[in-house]
């Protein structure tokens, strides 16, 4: 964006205009006439009764029409105020009053979008530091003048002068004033407002801004009018044109229907989002029509969340690229066996800038790779961040009226506080942790461990065995994700996607109670008999998470640090009865006992374990607890 | 225990004997023919075919006819064995071969009661070796003579003679060997046991044992015989010989004697303890008799706990300070409201040298000295060691064939590893953190938790909103535990005492039961009501501690910091309807409100909760979960 020095530059093109102001990665305001209605000089020379001579001097400066330094100089002169009097006037002119109509709105909206707001002044910074801290602007992002002060023969500490060496008190400070700002921070794309030629002058210099917008709200200056590259009178002009972000959902089960009726009344309301979402629906027959065309009729999922109501906002869409290739913020909420065909599928459309965020449980065995996480499997096939949103939110118990809590786990707290603003509400806390991979994996083996709580009340075992075994599978949570990811925190397993998620499964999710079915029924129907009876041949999450972690514990030879994790799989399987939970170190030791046993007659189990997991993943369709 | 330098000593007074057995600190044990079957350089001798000639010269050494340096360099010069056949010597005799009966059984004892072991031998490190491994005797409890070895002409490395330097290569070793020891560890009471002259002399000078053992089983030698303060030809009477712990438990109820159950188990079937356990018990009237004499017929507790078999062994008492006043570890397991008044009572009767633990949970207010744990508590007023044990323990579900953990809070590891004997069963897990303070406070706080979840199952919240108080609750327990004792850890929180306990009371629990209870009658009816109907007139801990904590908010100033914990006193207090504690961060801000409102025109809250803390714990005979 840099461009050779030169006082003719050719104005910005018309249509490259909205998209710079989109694009703007920081905006740097003027403040007399621009955020606020007055200059201040000639306010304050008014409140000091000097205002006629001192405005008139200001008239010209703004014109052009005399030497900027020189006119600062004179004004000063003819005030002359002293420390005293410069308080009375900044105590009597509060600075929310100043303001020019729609400035804090704008700068609201700019925060939202994680812009950084600038000020750059030719007036002074004692003047300017309570509009800015009003509009929570910080004060090392300030560039304006400064007083000196002299003390008078009768002992007045009075204005006396300006600090030359800010580069505001000269002519070309405000273009200088931002290539400061650039060599703090490498911005691509710096907007400057106002309403002066000083204003205009920064976007004509060598690393200055990249795009002038002059603002006739106050003052209309013809030769400001000229040389815009976009002139408003209003601010609301700014703001309709900024960037909305545009949210996918993927996904439409039971738990990506409760979080799009969230979405759709969030991105409803607030203004930093574009009011539609887009929902990919895998579509399927319902009634005389189909999945996706009774969702946009009805505005609700009938299958999988019947009278959960979305916003009017909510477009299905069955195409999975068309669903997303205009979305900046892309919600991952399907089952995650379709996560990887479904990124193979978008990943020539997805914007470049885009943002992901999975609400997916599960752990993906890649053959060459070993295990991954769901959000790196995202962010390497699509080359966009990706963060994942984790907790104890059973879908049919998400609601208006109730409360819940989650967990966002994001490598960036910017990212982070852009989809906590898309998704929380006040049925809906959120809480942002950085450790993004102890989050996920804390969602994926909860799953597990369910499992086993499931065997502990089909078995009738009591509470405190089941919390002896909830306690165990947290102690193995917590393990085995460190040991995969040495980055992983224990404080993430406090958060809602710990230990609450956990407790949450454990007594509410499906998970457990198609295990305590199992338990029940002695093992003697296999859990995908009891998926299609119990779930509406709907699948579980949990009992491929635990084939995928045993897979994990035997490549690395961790089992006997896992007990609870081998135990469970072990009772899957069939080779112990679900009561046998209770006694899990020892299963465990006999299960690698049995296993050792068949390893030389037939293919390893570890070959029969991603065998079995790709084929799952190639033609199950199924949901979870939270899908 | 230091006597002047004489040969003439006086031989231990029979009365006194057995009183140092029981207090030994440290005990030596010769080898040769006292652990050991053979005298290893007789049976080396005759490995090598050197056998008579060796034999020979022992016999008149360990008598006292030879001078034992010169006997030791004879018997050496005679064998000359090469380092090789050492080692085949070594390798042809495996030390489980050479114990002699009932000593591996005897030190196992001495170990268990955290007793030292040390080896004082004039045989050879090299020969000892294996025997110490075998034993568990640290290789630095071992004085013995080392070889010397020197090479042949012809290559051979082969035994030249002994280190000198080594305390036992001369007259008089043995005793200094001792004093060694005692300038490492000043132990108040060593005993030696051993077969020979040269042990006797361990205790024949200044500075050497205090009690002289004898041991015939394998060569009884006249002159040890007389010498020996006590002879004994089998180890079976000096194990008979040991203390055993005896044992008291003081409370009555369900926790109390389903923990009875498992302690008279444990103590019929380890030589550690006293096989005898007496137990306080509150004495009513039961059927045509008292409550201690049905309990003491029947072999179980019939009002609180019917069904559930003490051994034969356990006594019933309704005396307290008849049943604590022989005993050497106290089990604390009564309603935390009497337990001041108990430690009154018994204050001048315990045994200076008895140790604690407690059961109990919930936080002593004192007018004066504020908060205090119980453990505390109990440690101040009666001057002994006290740890505690928290946990997922339900009583009526401690049963053997079920499964359940708890966490012993111990500042002491040996005092841990005691009571671990004490209590731990094969259905009753039991692990040892060093946070003492933690694991008690987990155990009181999660009542008012229980009570918090019990509102959100009242007002059917759903499973989500539960987790979601469970973790903050969780969140609140770790934060006052860590403000009112800054040693607490986090990690306590992981263990049964924490997490588990937290589950476990939260959705099995009496305080989670009965303020469901109260939250389905929208709190019309009082908790003394429901106490009564549902609890037959046992009362909860959490109502109580919940008021408690209350009063340590308060004074400390804190309530912004534990809005859950406001949140429930104020929805007990009948300022809130139950339903809200799914807004317990409002509920407590208005709770400060409210309460502001009352504070000129009424006692101040803090006061009025004292005074009922206070008269509480003088009128109420109450209940628990646990108890």
Redesign the interface.
């Known amino acids: 964006m840099l461009r050779p020095p030169s006082m003719s530059r050719q104005k910005v093109s018309p249509s490259q205009v909205p998209i710079l102001w989109s694009q703007a990665q920081a905006v740097c305001f003027d403040v007399d006439c621009t955020i606020t209605k007055q200059d201040a000089l000639d306010d304050l020379a008014e409140f000091l009764g000097k205002g006629d001579a001192v405005r008139q001097i200001t008239h010209q400066a703004m014109n052009g029409d005399m030497d900027l330094d020189l006119a600062l100089q004179e004004r000063l002169k003819i005030m002359a105020p002293t420390v005293d009097s410069l308080q009375d006037y900044i105590l009597s002119n509060p600075a929310q009053g100043r303001l020019v109509d729609g400035i804090q709105e704008l700068v609201q909206e700019l925060q939202a979008r994680n812009v950084p707001i600038y000020l750059i002044s030719g007036g002074f910074r004692e003047l300017i530091l309570p509009v800015a801290d009003l509009l929570k602007i910080p004060r090392n992002h300030i560039y304006a003048n400064r007083f000196v002060y002299m003390a008078d023969d009768d002992g007045q500490i009075r204005v006396h002068g300006f600090d030359p060496t800010e580069p505001t008190s000269h002519e070309g400070g405000k273009p200088e004033a931002i290539r400061r700002i650039r060599a703090q921070k490498p911005f691509q794309t710096i907007v400057m407002i106002g309403d002066g030629i000083t204003d205009l002058e920064a976007v004509q210099e060598t690393g200055g801004a990249d795009l002038f917008i002059g603002f006739g709200g106050v003052i209309e200056r013809a030769k400001v009018v000229k040389g815009a590259d976009w002139f408003v009178n209003s601010y609301q002009e700014l703001i309709d044109a900024l960037p909305r972000w545009k949210v996918a959902m993927i996904g439409s089960g039971a738990f990506a229907s409760s979080v799009a009726q969230m979405i759709t009344h969030n991105v409803a309301k607030k203004a930093t989002f574009n009011n539609r979402v887009d929902m990919y629906v895998y579509d399927e027959p319902f009634g005389d029509t189909t999945l996706s065309n009774a969702i946009n009729t009805m505005h609700e999922n009938p299958k999988y969340m019947p009278g959960v109501k979305f916003g009017e906002n909510l477009v299905a869409n069955p195409d999975l690229q068309d669903t997303v290739k205009d979305a900046d913020l892309l919600v991952f909420c399907a089952p995650h066996q379709f996560l990887k065909n479904m990124c193979q599928q978008i990943q020539t459309v997805v914007k470049p800038t885009a943002k992901a965020i999975s609400l997916t449980k599960g752990i993906h065995i890649s053959p060459t790779d070993g295990p991954q996480l769901l959000s790196t499997m995202i962010r390497r096939m699509l080359h966009i961040e990706c963060c994942v949103m984790m907790g ?3 879908a049919n ?2 609601r208006p009226g ?4 989650s967990t966002i786990g994001s490598h960036s707290t910017e990212d982070g506080e852009i989809f906590k603003e898309l998704l929380e509400t006040d049925y809906f ?1 959120i809480r942002i942790i950085s450790d993004t991979e102890g989050a996920e994996l804390a969602g994926a083996l909860k799953n597990v461990v369910a499992i086993a709580s499931g065997f502990c009340d089909g078995c009738e ?8 075994i ?2 165990q599978g ?2 193995e949570m ?1 393990e085995f994700s460190k040991r995969l990811y040495p980055t992983v925190r ?2 993430t397993f ?3 996607c710990g ?3 956990l ?2 499964t454990c ?3 499906r998970n457990h109670l198609v295990a305590q079915e199992y338990a029940k029924r002695a093992g003697k129907d296999s859990f995908e008999q009891l998926e299609k009876e119990l779930l509406n041949g709907q699948k579980l999450q949990g009992v491929l998470t635990s084939s995928e972690v045993q897979a994990v514990l035997q490549t690395k030879g961790w089992q006997k640090s896992f007990p609870l994790f081998v135990a469970v799989d072990a009772i899957v399987r069939g080779l112990f009865h679900p009561k046998d939970i ?2 899990y170190r020892t299963v465990a030791a006999e299960a690698e006992l049995k296993d050792l046993h068949h390893v030389n007659s037939e293919p390893s189990l570890l070959e029969k374990r991603l065998s079995k997991s790709m084929r799952i993943q190639n033609i199950i369709h199924f949901d979870d607890d939270d899908f």
């Not at 075992?461 to 002896?468: D, I, Q, R, T, V």
């Open positions: 104890a939110n059973l118990e998400i109730g409360f819940c809590e806390s075992l009591g509470e405190n065995c089941k919390a002896a909830l306690r947290l102690e917590r224990d404080e406090w958060e809602s230990v609450a998620d407790i949450a007594y509410g999710g209770v006694r």
